[in-house]
C-alpha cells in the first residue's frame, strides 16, 4: 500500500511564503515524477509543478513560474513546495502526486496515480 502525505499548509497573507512537503510510504518514487496540483472552491484541479528523475529536472504552470519552486530529496522520499510571494487567487487545497513507474514530466493528472489527501492553502488579501 502506498500513500502521500502533505504538511505545511495553512493561513499566509498576501506577498508571504510557505513550504508545502509531500513524504511518500509504502514504496520509492526516487525515479519517477512526483507533481503538485491544486484545486479551489468551485473550479477543476489544476497543475502547478511537477519534477522528475535525477538531477531534477522542472516543468510549472505559467501562473507559479517564478514564486513556487519544486524540489525533492530523494533519501527522505519527499518532495517540497516552496511558494513564495503568495497571492489571494493562489487559495486553495494542494494536492501531491506520483507517477507510478513513468517519468513523464506532465501536468496531465491522468499520468499520476497516486494521490495525497491536500493540504489547504489560504492567502489573505
Known amino acids: 500500500h502506498v500513500d502521500l502525505s502533505e504538511s505545511g499548509g495553512g493561513l499566509v497573507q498576501a506577498g508571504g511564503s510557505l513550504r508545502l512537503s509531500c513524504t511518500a510510504s509504502g514504496r520509492t518514487f526516487g525515479g519517477n515524477t512526483m507533481g503538485w496540483f491544486r484545486q479551489a472552491p468551485g473550479k477543476e484541479r489544476e497543475f502547478v509543478a511537477a519534477i522528475c528523475c535525477a538531477p531534477g529536472r522542472t516543468y510549472y504552470a505559467d501562473s507559479v513560474r517564478g514564486r513556487l519552486s519544486i524540489s525533492r530529496d530523494n533519501a527522505m522520499n519527499t518532495v517540497y513546495l516552496q511558494m513564495n510571494s503568495l497571492k489571494p487567487e493562489d487559495t486553495a487545497v494542494y494536492y501531491c502526486?506520483?507517477?507510478?513507474?513513468?517519468?513523464?514530466?506532465?501536468?496531465?493528472?491522468?499520468?499520476?496515480?497516486?494521490w495525497g489527501q491536500g493540504t489547504q492553502v489560504t492567502v489573505s488579501s
Open positions: 502526486a506520483a507517477q507510478g513507474g513513468t517519468a513523464y514530466l506532465t501536468g496531465l493528472p491522468r499520468s499520476y496515480d497516486t
